[in-house]
């Protein structure tokens, strides 16, 4: 069956430290590839996305996510993080060639909590 | 400013009493739909409108109703509301159905049903 997963539940990193959060897919073909993040009482933002070429891909708020074929995984990282990046990440798939109806499909979502 | 605006943000009822969720945006989007999040489940699509008078059932749409009159509206209704529809949810609107993944999300309405 096709998915997305999101292997941590929850991620505690201390500010100023790095951070990697997981994401792996299940499908045919390499689906596009996103991430969001939902801040405390806000609806979700798209950090970035992949569709295909450069496989190391640049986004909002200083993160980045890196597509990997051999490891079906679209991992997403930050060098140090801030205090503010606390928040929920979601990965997100959607099947190669949208065709108008293609769902977009979450992850479970990953919690990420700083530490001073 | 570009946004997606729901209403209420916060709500207390009980099981059986009907209710609606209010969703709105003003960019003038094609495609709007409703998603609930739960932990553990990650975001769930319950319905989405591709165009005025255009609906159809997304993953979860078991108890759940929209209708899209106007573009810029897709309210949620929950005509017998039951505990397990306790969630967060979330509106959402984007230019076309194939721009899914750059959808605008609302703020969330937090629902709890006793």
């Known amino acids: 069956a096709q998915s997305v997963t999101q292997p941590d539940i929850h991620i505690t990193v201390s500010e100023g430290a790095s951070l990697e959060l997981r994401c792996n897919y299940s499908y045919g073909a390499t689906p596009y590839l996103f991430w969001y993040v939902q801040s405390p009482g806000q609806g979700l933002q798209l950090l970035l996305k992949y569709f295909s070429g450069d496989t190391l891909v640049q986004g909002i708020k200083g993160f980045e996510a890196e597509f990997k074929r051999s490891q079906s995984s679209f991992n997403l990282r930050k060098p140090s993080v801030h205090w503010s990046d606390a928040a929920e990440y979601f990965c997100a798939v959607v099947p190669l060639r949208p065709r108008g109806n293609e769902k977009l499909t979450f992850g479970t979502g990953t919690r990420l909590t700083i530490i001073p | 400013e570009a946004q997606v605006t729901q209403n209420p943000r916060y709500l207390i009822t009980v099981t059986g009493k009907k209710l609606t969720v209010t969703c709105s945006q003003n960019?003038?989007?094609?495609?709007m739909s409703w998603y609930r999040q739960d932990p553990g489940l990650g975001l769930r699509q319950i319905y989405y409108s591709m165009n005025v008078e255009v609906t159809d059932k997304g993953d979860v749409p078991e108890g759940y109703k929209v209708s899209r009159k106007e573009k810029r509206n897709f309210p949620l209704i929950l005509e017998s509301p039951s505990p397990n529809q306790t969630s967060l949810y979330f509106c959402?609107?984007?230019?076309?159905?194939?721009?899914?993944?750059?959808?605008?999300f609302g703020p969330g309405t937090r629902l709890t049903v006793t």
């Open positions: 959402a609107s984007s230019l076309r159905p194939d721009r899914e993944h750059e959808q605008y």
């Open positions: 960019m003038n989007h094609e495609y």
